[in-house]
């Protein structure tokens, strides 16, 4: 089916995990949301605070898996690219800071990023970036 989503082609939704936006977190919500309103994202996984308690306090809120709440978006990119039913993409929406880190460590363990604007606080950040994809 060309142009058909993953879900309406019978793939089911793309998994996708959240780093960031857990308790507190205005935009994470808003990610969230506009996930939902096609049906063809469902959360999966998360790395939701720099805060371990925090975190996983998040994913509980949120009804995820307690073995896929993280306490860093490290753990959770090296893990989720081990399971066979892993994330197949990650949606950033942390501080600006942490964008490129994050964006890094996904796309080096062959998950497709989405980040909230800006992808990095330099150009040649944004091209390392580029290169790793």
């Known amino acids: 089916m ?10 089911g939704p793309i ?3 959240m780093v960031g936006g857990g308790q507190g977190a205005f935009i994470g919500a808003v990610h969230r949301i506009a996930a939902r309103m096609d049906n063809d994202f469902v959360l999966v996984a998360g790395a939701l605070s720099s805060d371990p ?3 996983k306090a998040s994913a509980v809120e949120l009804g995820l898996d ?7 978006y490290a753990e ?7 399971r066979p039913d892993g994330i197949e993409a990650v949606a950033i929406v942390t501080p600006n800071n ?9 796309l080096e363990a062959g998950i497709h990023v989405i980040c909230d604007k800006p992808l990095a606080t330099t150009l040649a ?3 390392k970036l580029a290169a790793i994809v």
Do not use: Q, T
């Open 15 to 17: 998994r996708y995990g």
């Open 125 to 127: 950040e944004a091209k």
């Open 98 to 106: 942490v964008h490129v880190p994050a964006a890094k460590a996904f």
């Open 66 to 72: 307690p073995e896929r709440s993280y306490a860093s």
């Open 2 to 11: 060309v142009g058909a989503s993953k879900a309406e082609a019978g793939g």
């Open 53 to 55: 308690a925090r975190a």
């Open 76 to 82: 959770m990119a090296k893990a989720e690219a081990k």
